[in-house]
């Protein structure tokens, strides 16, 4: 009876536990980090400057869409913009958020930049690594990666970095960390 019960016991804990190793792998705890340098950019942007905790993203954001399917602008991918790789504070400042614009009447896009600033998001030869995006816990796992293997392969390769940008790129399920840099000599 009790052999029974032990089997049982083990059999469910082995079942939760594979549970477990396949949530964390499907969300990119496993992904190993290959930074590349790549032409990135090139399409119209929002560009809302943000100041403020991590978690009050997602109000901005939520204004945003509300304002851009006020005009009927197409939107995609949330993008976020800062000055430099944040660090551990959770305080962001001079972040720039904003979504990808990929539809909309000249007339709608005039008025829309009336109540949200617009921009580009210049096209150029910028530090890309892609991270699974599969919701919040791969936020946190891409950030907890993606960020040391993007200071580590400047350091490598000589590079001084600059302004990051995150695009969720919810198309090809992953999150696109892309960073300006400049070659030292």
Do not use: W
């Amino acid at each position: 009876m009790i052999f029974k019960i032990l089997t049982i016991i083990i059999i469910v804990l082995l079942f939760i536990m594979i549970t477990i190793v396949v949530y964390f792998a499907k969300n990119g705890i496993f992904k190993r980090i290959k930074p590349t340098i790549k032409n990135t950019g090139g399409f119209a942007i929002t560009k809302q400057t943000f100041t403020g905790s991590q978690e009050d993203i997602v109000t901005e954001f939520e204004k945003q869409i509300e304002i851009l399917k006020s005009f009927d602008i197409g939107y995609a991918h949330p993008i976020c913009s800062y000055e430099d790789i944040p660090g551990k504070d959770n305080v962001l400042t001079n972040a720039e958020i904003g979504f990808v614009l990929y539809k909309g009447t000249e007339e709608n896009l005039i008025e829309l930049g009336k109540h949200i600033p617009l921009g580009t998001f210049e096209k150029k030869e910028r530090i890309v690594v892609y991270f699974p995006f599969k919701g919040g816990l791969s936020i946190q796992l891409g950030i907890a990666k993606t960020y040391p293997a993007l200071k580590k392969y400047a350091k490598k390769h000589n590079i001084k970095t600059g302004k990051i940008t995150e695009l969720y790129n919810s198309i090809n399920k992953r999150i696109e960390y892309m960073v300006d840099f400049q070659k030292l000599k």
